[in-house]
């Protein structure tokens, strides 16, 4: 079973800096990547599907790079509403809704 | 708009069942199928199946496989999720969550709001 991991854990960046979060496929998953924002108290967000590419309506301020086994969420200027746990999703290998652990990105 | 309702909160004690309903509006119900996410309390997320929105076709995670049924009733565009013989590491938000297509492996773009199982004696 593939096994997603995101790093860091927690990670402190203060408004207006980039911030950059890793996932990564045990195996891999091609561009078959998604990633999801959460804030407390709702359910998660569709960030970017295909590795790179936005849901709608999402600014251009998030990014997604990555093929195979290595992926990036890129955020270049943070605002006060980004911070909030992001998590990756594959959906190349079974099972399909694999999730990686999160990455909690708070304020520096 | 596109959305997806779900039932309210339950309490349940163990060895009991639940069953959760997500009424989808706004899109074609057939057109694509359904994911049941659940998130334990402070937990990530953790996907337990897919049903197909066409022809009630399911994909179940091995974690809950033989405990858990999703179905759907197409007349009212609803998806629903039974999950058996509770225990208190049930405990936790179940959402259903739309794929962008009608295949289990794929993004979910439209989620619902999420329902509150508590399994508690």
């Known amino acids: 079973e593939i096994v997603m991991t995101q790093s860091p854990a927690t990670l402190s960046v203060s408004p207006g800096e980039r911030a950059t979060l890793s996932c990564r496929a045990s195996?891999?998953?091609?561009?078959?990547l998604a990633w999801y924002q959460q804030k407390p108290g709702l359910a998660p967000r569709l960030l970017i599907y295909?590795?790179?590419t936005r849901a709608t309506g999402i600014p251009a301020r998030f990014s997604g790079s990555g093929s195979g086994t290595e992926f990036t969420l890129t955020i270049s200027s943070l605002q006060s509403e980004d911070f909030a746990v992001y998590y990756c999703?594959?959906?190349?290998?079974?099972?399909?809704?694999?999730f990686g652990q999160g990455t909690r990105l708070e304020i520096k | 708009q596109v959305q997806l309702v779900q039932s309210g909160a339950e309490v349940k004690k163990p060895g009991a069942s639940v069953k959760v309903s997500c009424m989808a509006s706004?899109?074609?119900?057939?057109?694509?199928?359904i994911s049941w996410v659940r998130q334990a309390p402070g937990q990530g997320l953790e996907w337990m199946g897919w049903?197909?929105?066409?022809?009630?076709?399911?994909n179940y995670a091995q974690k809950v496989q033989g405990r858990v049924t999703m179905t759907t009733d197409t007349s009212t565009s609803t998806a629903y999720m039974e999950l058996r013989s509770l225990r208190s590491d049930d405990t936790a938000v179940y959402y259903c969550?739309?794929?962008?297509?009608?295949?289990?492996?794929?993004?979910?773009?439209?989620w619902g709001q999420g329902t509150m199982v508590t399994v508690s004696s």
């Open positions: 969550a739309r794929g962008d297509k009608e295949a289990p492996n794929t993004s979910f773009d439209i």
């Open positions: 706004g899109y074609t119900f057939t057109s694509f199928g």
């Open positions: 049903i197909s929105g066409y022809n009630g076709n399911t």
């Open positions: 195996q891999s998953v091609s561009s078959y």
């Open positions: 295909g590795a790179s």
């Open positions: 999703q594959q959906y190349n290998n079974w099972p399909p809704g694999a």
